[in-house]
């Protein structure tokens, strides 16, 4: 049975920083391209950031600069280092497994609010 389960989400200022983690289990971790999606109230799920399991990165526009994706294999965790915290990254973020998204975490909650 797959489990991806996140931690790390709560309530910080507007300019503060956040680091999320993903514990995931049930599945050969170090084989897996892992991601982090959001969801905001309203839209549609986007992509965050996404590493694969050579370790090669890529970032959606919005965050590529102030968000950092890092995974540790021995761990079967992957990591969301989010600085430079704006409003607009309020969401719920969800862990992912797979190339096509294949698992999905139950997500946890971001709220950047003064």
């Known amino acids: 049975q797959v489990q991806l389960v996140e931690s790390g989400g709560g309530l910080v200022q507007p300019g503060g920083s956040l680091r999320l983690s993903c514990a995931a289990s049930g599945i050969i971790f170090s084989t897996y391209t892992m991601g982090w999606y959001r969801q905001a109230p309203g839209t549609q799920r986007e992509l965050v950031a996404r590493?694969?399991?050579?370790?090669?990165?890529n970032y959606g526009l919005s965050v590529k600069g102030r968000f950092t994706i890092s995974r540790d294999n021995a761990k079967n965790t992957v990591y969301l280092q989010m600085n430079s915290l704006k409003p607009d990254d309020t969401a719920v973020y969800y862990c992912t497994a797979g190339l096509s998204q294949d698992y999905w975490g139950q997500g946890t909650q971001v709220t950047v609010s003064s």
């Open positions: 590493i694969t399991s050579g370790g090669s990165t």
